[in-house]
């Protein structure tokens, strides 16, 4: 029982920290686009992410129809 519980907290544990690379990632992304200028900037349409969705999610790369 000790040793499923021990498997368990580690798939959690795995789990979290894909989860947390996956949005440091995003935000490294977000970081680049504001030294480039095209932060806020939709990579699909090329028009501007609404602020609603920036404010939402600061690393948003799409507007959310295209997410």
């Known amino acids: 029982e000790e040793e499923a519980d021990e ?9 979290a920290e894909h989860s947390l690379e996956s949005r440091l990632l995003e935000v490294n992304k977000a970081l680049e686009q504001m030294k480039t ?3 806020g900037i939709c990579q699909v ?9 920036m404010r939402a999610n600061p690393a948003a790369l799409t507007h959310v129809e295209h997410a």
């Open 45 to 53: 349409c090329k028009k501007d992410i609404p602020l609603e969705r």
């Open 7 to 15: 498997d368990e907290e580690y798939e959690v544990r795995l789990e």
């Open 37 to 39: 200028g095209t932060y």
